[in-house]
């Protein structure tokens, strides 16, 4: 059995990574690192982990641990300073390795270009050991426009709405419960880092805005283009084979409420005039992060793509 370590244990991304490995057949937790609960018991993290797992540890500590794959759930500056072992996959959950190109790596992140893979499975699989794990927002608005590429005429429009954990687990003014219920509101309209994110893989200029709900988890993706070919039928194609995306009947739209808590993605397909529509919904934490990033382990690892992934789910 492969052996796997999380650094940044505490985080919801961290977190939620651990709930992926408790339920995976072939990957075994090895390590749990967070340099502000080092030294405490899993259960720290929650009281249902009764001492089923090894204690905390401090993130150089786990990243030492000899696993088989490490799991980066640090913040960009963390994640950018961090030297990966010479053996092991490395799959980063940040945004410091995303970007390909130098100075929009060094202008969203203060990073640079280095020997990382991009890895969104269903658009490119990841080649190597160190994978940059796709952001939220970005592999929402892939999943949707990556069948239609070649088919774009015209402008992309991305309007995205995310949860509140899409903002990480850090206190701020627009994090605050006073702020957030009852009110929906755009941020970084005139320019956020998974814009150049979703331009790098579609190879087309975006205008994108993301905006926060007040729920809990969960995105939803529109996206409005003008396509040239059968956009229902290129995107049925490109996922009729696939178990991670589900393209809905026609007049059926996505809805957060079904992937919450899922590692699932739903795509809708629609027509507005002359405009093409695809919605695309899944959950921040699990495709748009831990999901995702155990599914790139999986792959880098020779293991079956979804072991240990949550795919189905039922509404109540």
Not at 70 to 92: I, M, R, T
Not at 95 to 107: F, P, Y
Not at 229 to 241: F, K, N, P, W
Request: glycine fraction near 10%.
């Amino acid at each position: 059995m492969a052996t796997a370590a999380i650094l940044g244990s505490a985080g919801y991304t961290g977190q939620e990574t651990l709930d992926r490995m408790l339920a995976h057949p072939e990957l075994e937790l090895v390590a749990l690192g967070s340099d502000s609960q080092a030294g405490k018991p899993a259960s720290s993290l929650d009281p249902r982990l009764n001492g089923a797992l090894p204690d905390l540890v401090s993130n150089a500590q786990a990243a030492e641990s000899g696993a088989d794959v490490l799991f980066l759930c640090l913040g960009n500056d963390e994640a950018a300073a961090f030297h990966p072992p010479a053996h092991g996959v490395v799959v980063d959950l940040s945004g410091a390795h995303r970007l390909r190109d130098r100075a929009a790596a060094e202008r969203w992140y203060g990073t640079a270009p280095g020997a990382w893979s991009y890895g969104l499975p269903e658009i490119v699989e990841p080649e190597g050991r160190l994978i940059a794990n796709p952001g939220c927002h970005a592999t929402a608005a892939l999943l949707a426009l990556w069948p239609l590429r070649n088919a774009i005429d015209g402008p992309v429009v991305v309007d995205s709405k995310t949860g509140m954990t899409g903002a990480g687990r850090g206190l701020r003014d627009f994090t605050h419960a006073g702020f957030v219920l009852e009110n929906v509101s755009p941020y970084a309209v005139e320019g956020h880092r998974h814009a150049p994110e979703i331009e790098q893989e579609l190879r087309l200029p975006v205008t994108f805005v993301p905006h926060l709900l007040p729920v809990r988890r969960g995105l939803l993706a529109t996206c409005y283009v003008r396509c040239s070919g059968d956009a229902r039928a290129l995107v049925e194609a490109a996922y009729a084979r696939n178990e991670v995306v589900r393209v809905l009947p026609e007049g059926v739209a996505p809805e957060i409420a079904r992937v919450q808590e899922t590692d699932a993605a739903e795509i809708g397909v629609f027509r507005n005039g002359d405009t093409t529509v695809v919605v695309c919904a899944i959950d921040n934490l699990g495709k748009g992060a831990a999901g995702q990033a155990v599914q790139n382990a999986n792959i880098a690892l020779g293991l079956e793509e979804t072991a240990g992934l949550r795919l189905h789910g039922v509404r109540v």
